[in-house]
Nanobody, 121 residues
Framework: QVQLVESGGGLVQAGGSLRLSCAASGSIFSIEVMGWHRQAPGKQRESTAFATSGGSANYVESVKGRFTISRDNAKNTVYLQMNNLKPEDTAVYYC???????????????WGQGTQVTVSS
């Protein structure tokens, strides 16, 4: 019913930048929250950043001041601008969206396939 497609991962040197994108499509009525989790090798998945439909944004402490999340609601797309990347940011990044579909009156969470971000020192 709903698909999320991510793009923008890759390999970058420490101090560099990357921009992740995640576009949602399908039977979407509205999207409440869009965000990103990440999972580093051998570690648990952690919430990295999310943005509400009302325009507020939240970040895990370790990325504050370096990452910026934004949404294009007309395109059902969320972005994660990552600056001053560090080796510890290396992880698979997964986007998600809490979607109210045309068939269900409450939000359900959908996930992207994940995109690898590797930061070399």
């Amino acid at each position: 019913q709903v698909q999320l497609v991510e793009s923008g991962g890759g390999l970058v040197q420490a101090g560099g930048s990357l921009r992740l994108s995640c576009a949602a499509s399908g039977s979407i009525f509205s999207i409440e929250v869009m965000g990103w989790h990440r999972q580093a090798p051998g570690k648990q998945r952690e919430s990295t950043a999310f943005a509400t439909s009302g325009g507020s944004a939240n970040y895990v402490e370790s990325v504050k001041g370096r990452f910026t999340i934004s949404r294009d609601n007309a395109k059902n797309t969320v972005y994660l601008q990552m600056n001053n990347l560090k080796p510890e940011d290396t992880a698979v990044y997964y986007c998600y969206a809490d979607v109210v579909t045309k068939y269900r009156g409450y939000p359900s969470r959908y996930w992207g396939q994940g995109t690898q971000v590797t930061v070399s020192s």
